[in-house]
T-cell receptor
Framework: AQKVTQAQTEISVVEKEDVTLDCVYETRDTTYYLFWYKQPPSGELVFLIRRNSFDEQNEISGRYSWNFQKSTSSFNFTITASQVVDSAVYFC???????????FGEGTQLTVNP | KAGVTQTPRYLIKTRGQQVTLSCSPISGHRSVSWYQQTPGQGLQFLFEYFSETQRNKGNFPGRFSGRQFSNSRSEMNVSTLELGDSALYLCASMTGANTGELFFGEGSRLTVL
């Protein structure tokens, strides 16, 4: 069975601080996909990134960066110079090769204070 | 390009009633999946439809059902509502290729009284 763990339930930082959200996953599949989503108070899950299991290259998109380490089954997300607008719940998710079934972590509530 | 559209956004029902939620995927996307989000259980997969066929199903009772139309729009139905069905129901669309990205709608927030 697949499992995603986000150990940090809540994180509070001050604006301009860097913050890292942890994600650890379990799967028996050799091919799989990892996702990060942002959920603002409106409820919509906003897609941030998808990474397949064969691509361990780290990725940077503006202030966002992702560190995928297959050896430790982790896919961590870092926000550099956080802003108040980054306040939201962030979810890490795992998808098997076929279909669109996502297994989500519990989510991390990030609060960025001015 | 329009995103995933879910209707209604909010609704209130009473126990024993039934409800139908609608989801219009992104144009060209053939896969629609549904998720239930509650404070206690988090985000849980309900089912997925692809080309009008249910392709995958989560661990929910038979009161939860769905269907997909030829234009890829999908509906989910919950019959004999229980208080525990109060949740945010999210719909996601994907191109249909297994490796695609999933894009979510804003959800339908159901309250059961």
């Amino acid at each position: 069975a697949q499992k995603v763990t986000q150990a940090q339930t809540e994180i509070s930082v001050v604006e301009k601080e860097d913050v890292t959200l942890d994600c650890v996953y379990e799967t028996r599949d050799t091919t799989y996909y990892l996702f990060w989503y942002k959920q603002p108070p409106s409820g919509e899950l906003v897609f941030l990134i998808r990474r397949n299991s064969f691509d361990e290259q780290n990725e940077i998109s503006g202030r966002y960066s992702w560190n995928f380490q297959k050896s430790t089954s982790s896919f961590n997300f870092t926000i550099t110079a956080s802003q108040v607008v980054d306040s939201a719940v962030y979810f890490c998710a795992l998808k098997e090769t076929s279909g669109s079934r996502l297994t989500f972590g519990e989510g991390t509530q990030l609060t960025v204070n001015p | 390009k329009a995103g995933v559209t879910q209707t209604p956004r909010y609704l209130i029902k009473t126990r024993g009633q039934q409800v139908t939620l609608s989801c219009s995927p992104i144009s060209g996307h053939r896969s629609v999946s549904w998720y239930q989000q509650t404070p206690g259980q988090g985000l849980q997969f309900l089912f997925e439809y692809f080309s009008e066929t249910q392709r995958n199903k989560g661990n929910f009772p038979g009161r939860f059902s769905g269907r997909q139309f030829s234009n890829s729009r999908s509906e989910m139905n919950v019959s004999t509502l229980e208080l525990g069905d109060s949740a945010l129901y999210l719909c996601a669309s994907m191109t249909g290729a297994n490796t695609g990205e999933l894009f979510f709608g804003e959800g339908s927030r159901l309250t059961v009284l």
